[in-house]
Nanobody, 112 residues
Framework: VQLQASGGGLVQPGGSVRLSCTAS????????MAWFRQAPGNQRELVAT???????NFSNSVQGRFAISRDNVKNKVYLQMNSLQPGDTAVYYC???????WGQGTQVTVSS
């Protein structure tokens, strides 16, 4: 079982970035997937989830700015992040929801 995240980097406030996560080793299309993030000194927090049927849910802090989507053919889950703020700076992790299957994390830094 493996999750490989990519797409992070340095972005200016107000900018956008899209994260990708490729899954392998389990039946991706049957699983709810999630994105979490962890900023320095903070606990890991749930950002967004997407069910096998495509139903999405977001934390209050990103609602209206972030979008989560999936491609069940490519076994990928995406996090589109818009109107980024310095408070969004964190390591972002994809997750097979409610399991201990985690990707390696990708750093997103929002700074001018």
């Amino acid at each position: 079982v493996q999750l490989q995240a990519s797409g992070g980097g340095l972005v200016q406030p107000g900018g956008s970035v899209r994260l990708s996560c490729t899954a392998s080793g389990f039946i991706f299309r049957l699983n709810t997937m999630a994105w979490f993030r962890q900023a320095p000194g903070n606990q890991r927090e749930l950002v967004a989830t997407i069910t096998s049927g495509g139903v999405t849910n977001f934390s209050n802090s990103v609602q209206g700015r972030f979008a989560i989507s999936r491609d069940n053919v490519k076994n990928k889950v995406y996090l589109q992040m818009n109107s980024l703020q310095p408070g969004d700076t964190a390591v972002y992790y994809c997750n097979r929801y409610r399991t201990q299957t985690w990707g390696q994390g990708t750093q997103v830094t929002v700074s001018s």
